[in-house]
């Protein structure tokens, strides 16, 4: 198996689970087990950090947080729970920080807790729903609209203008190979007005999908 890449931000995670013990692990599965897919780590954490008491929140953030990457990376690797887990371990015994090294029966325990929370599904159905969401060659990342009235003047400059037109610049910011770009396109009042209802048929799109689904029992998992 490739080598297994955690970022500081993971490793604060991995630090967390490691300082967990049986029960509190147990108590954090099942509030995971209880909880629908979504696809964001901070609302994860809010539905699980209310149906656990012996761990604190902080703390709930930073193991959510590295659980996720780590679906993901067996998703792509197409390997086992364990195969994973052992992965984790392995960089962990390679680190140069002394709290990630564990041994014995430290670190089979840590391995084993690690084994129960990535075969929680609702947790694997959510990362998965993260990647599918951004698998695409670009992904809006925000939108701006700027509005400006262009004058129009006659032959003489300084007359006052014989009239004027409003634009709006709709900057678009798309994420495309790990970069942010953008792109600008101008819109005039009835560019806007069809952008509108362009939208608005993409919502009552949205409806009627979300309840077949519920028609059919099929969990949806929205963004926030």
């Known amino acids: 198996m490739a080598t297994l890449r955690i ?28 909880v629908s897919p979504v696809l964001s780590p901070s609302e994860l954490s809010s539905k699980v950090a209310s149906d656990t008491d012996t761990i604190p929140r902080r703390d709930i953030d930073d193991i959510v947080g590295v659980l996720l990457p780590l679906h993901l990376v067996r998703e ?18 390679r680190s140069d920080d002394s709290e990630l090294r564990l041994s014995g029966k430290e670190r089979e325990r840590f391995k084993n807790h690690l084994i129960e929370l990535l075969h929680v599904e609702s947790v694997r159905v ?31 400059p300084e007359d006052t203008p014989l009239g004027a037109l409003i634009v709006h610049m709709l900057k678009i910011t798309y994420r495309e190979d790990g970069e942010e770009k953008e792109f600008f396109v101008a819109l005039d009042t009835s560019d806007v007005d069809a ?5 608005d048929r993409a919502e009552r799109k949205t409806e009627s999908l979300k309840a077949f689904l519920e028609r059919t029992r099929v969990s949806y998992i929205e963004p926030e």
């Open 7 to 34: 970022p500081k931000e993971g490793e604060r995670g991995l630090k967390k689970l490691a300082a967990l013990d049986d029960e509190a692990v147990r108590e954090l599965a099942s509030a995971l087990r209880e």
């Open 195 to 199: 952008l509108r209802k362009v939208l």
């Open 76 to 93: 792509r690797r197409d390997v086992s729970v364990s195969e994973i887990a052992e992965d984790v371990c392995q960089t962990m015994d």
């Open 126 to 156: 959510g990362a998965k729903a993260v990647e599918m969401l951004f698998e695409n060659q670009r992904t809006f990342a925000d939108g701006r609209i700027v509005t400006e009235v262009r004058p129009i003047f006659g032959t003489n």
